[in-house]
């Protein structure tokens, strides 16, 4: 019933695929998922990689972006 729904993922290089769903990705849509994977890092324990990628949402996220970054940076001290 899915005759053909694999063939063209098939012919891909990896990092084709990879390089397609980065560009769907718009500048403030990747710095929210990075204080996503952020939160998730201090939920697991990992304040020093919570922390590094804080610092890059504080450089590259808007502005309510920074403060979210900064009052979670706060939290972990």
């Known amino acids: ?6 063939d063209d993922l098939g012919s891909l290089e990896d990092g084709e695929v990879e390089d397609d769903f980065s ?6 849509d990747e710095v929210g998922t ?3 994977l952020a939160k998730a ?11 590094n990628i804080l610092s890059e949402v504080v ?3 808007s502005q309510d972006q920074q403060r979210e970054a900064n009052d ?6």
């Open 1 to 6: 019933w899915l005759t053909g729904a694999g």
């Open 23 to 28: 560009s769907l990705i718009s500048g403030e």
């Open 34 to 36: 990075k204080l996503d």
């Open 41 to 51: 890092y201090i939920d697991m324990g990992d304040q020093e990689s919570a922390r």
């Open 59 to 61: 450089q590259e996220g």
């Open 72 to 77: 979670l940076m706060r939290q972990i001290g």
